[in-house]
């Protein structure tokens, strides 16, 4: 197990040691790994390097100029691909979707109501809807589109006044 590092006591030498190896452009990495080699009972780090840059106001070092790495052209060829058959289960099971069930008889599930099913819940959970036909520029049927927008004329009953504001 490593023992805890120890508070360094900057003493003039290492401070002029560290200036010198940055002015010679290392990294606070290896300028740690060197002073750590030189000073023996001293451990450096990466990060006490770079706090006593900082507060010595030491200028930053200028990165390396990275050359960019020239693009790898693949030798893979790629070969056509294969068309699918309208299978999409495993082993060319054929998939059909359910077709929805419309059973005006009782409640619907999610997947039973079609586009123009009244979409009043009944009750709570499982959610099933009321499934009627619905009223024009309504979600809900006649008896639904009532009790939600407080009324619902038909076409013929409307005023021109409300036939504007529907429009």
């Not at 000073?39 to 990060?47: A, K």
């Not at 077709?99 to 599930?109: A, K, N, S, V």
């Amino acid at each position: 197990m490593k023992k805890p590092l120890e508070r360094i006591d900057w003493e003039d030498g290492l401070i002029q040691r560290l200036t010198e190896l940055h002015a010679r452009g290392f990294s606070s990495r290896e300028i740690a790994m060197k002073m750590g080699d030189e000073f023996v009972g001293l451990r450096f780090t990466r990060n006490s390097i770079i706090g006593k840059r900082h507060r010595l106001c030491l200028p930053h070092r200028a990165l390396p100029i990275v050359q960019p790495k020239p693009k790898q052209i693949r030798n893979r060829k790629r070969g056509p691909y294969r068309k699918r058959k309208g299978t999409a289960g495993p082993r060319g099971i054929e998939m059909k979707p359910k077709e929805p069930r419309i059973d005006t008889d009782g409640p619907l599930t999610i997947y039973q109501l079609v586009p123009d099913s009244c979409r009043f819940p009944l009750g709570p959970y499982p959610f099933v809807f009321c499934g009627k036909q619905q009223v024009d520029g309504s979600s809900y049927c006649l008896d639904h589109a009532e009790i939600c927008h407080g009324g619902v004329q038909r076409k013929e009953e409307r005023s021109p006044v409300q036939m504007k504001a529907w429009a």
